[in-house]
């Protein structure tokens, strides 16, 4: 499944840098895999942090000086097709701000009961 993600970046030639984070002992593996799909600019596979956000901040920290945007995909859902991730990135023009509040993903099928 992870290879579905890769291949749908690494096909975008808008896509410069590639920073795939995981798990430390998935490292060698997603370095393997990225290599044989990313043809073209950088590519870099991280170990990932204790949390999501720490996760994002490690692969944020690895990026380049000289990236000015940045989208952050999450592999729990890497059926990702191009045309999702150049709609993704529209809203990020000069003079936009930069990051927006995450939002969770999180869903309840039922609701949640209330305290009374």
Not at 49 to 69: F, I, P
């Amino acid at each position: 499944m992870a290879g579905w993600s890769i291949d749908a970046f690494a096909s975008m030639a808008e896509i410069a840098e590639l920073v795939i984070v995981t798990e430390a002992e998935h490292i060698e593996a997603m370095q393997h895999l990225a290599d044989e799909r990313v043809v073209h600019g950088r590519v870099t596979v991280v170990r990932g942090g204790a949390t999501r956000q720490a996760s994002v901040r490690a692969g944020l920290d690895t990026l380049s000086e000289d990236v000015t945007a940045v989208l952050v995909h999450d592999g729990a859902r890497p059926l990702v097709r191009t045309a999702d991730v150049r709609d993704g990135m529209r809203p990020v023009r000069p003079g936009m701000p930069r990051s927006w509040p995450c939002r969770s993903s999180t869903r309840s099928r039922s609701p949640v009961p209330t305290a009374r």
